[in-house]
Nanobody, 123 residues
Framework: QVQLVESGGGLVQAGGSLRLSCAAS????????MGWFRQAPGKEREFVAT????????PYADSVKGRFTISRDNAKNTLYLQMNSLKPEDTAVYYC????????????????WGQGTQVTVTS
């Protein structure tokens, strides 16, 4: 069993920054890709970024390239998403995901999900 718990969301003005964390339990944290997804009201879940177990492969969605940085600390079983230059369009519930064997943008390939943390960016 793997449990993921996101934190760090909140309310921020456009142009500001937030750092999301995802604490993982279980001993398979470093064995597979982990990722971040987001979902706005009335919209389907959207890929944000994913990261390999070594941190050397980090594909990003085009919408966040240059602004967001995904990282992981395997010793702490923690995934991070540093979000800079935030825009109102970034407003969504952000979900941590784990368990994919590929750096895929498909949520169906991730076996484990957190409960989500709300990020609201005001204009």
């Amino acid at each position: 069993q793997v449990q993921l718990v996101e934190s760090g969301g909140g309310l921020v003005q456009a142009g500001g920054s937030l750092r999301l964390s995802c604490a993982a339990s279980g001993r398979t944290f470093s064995s597979y890709y982990m990722g971040w997804f987001r979902q706005a009201p009335g919209k389907e879940r959207e890929f944000v970024a994913t990261i390999s177990w070594t941190g050397t492969n980090t594909p990003y969605a085009d919408s966040v390239k240059g602004r967001f940085t995904i990282s992981r600390d395997n010793a702490k079983n923690t995934l991070y998403l540093q979000m800079n230059s935030l825009k109102p369009e970034d407003t969504a519930v952000y979900y941590c995901a784990a368990g994919s064997r590929l750096p895929t943008d498909s949520p169906h390939e991730y076996a484990y999900w957190g409960q989500g943390t709300q990020v609201t960016v005001t204009s």
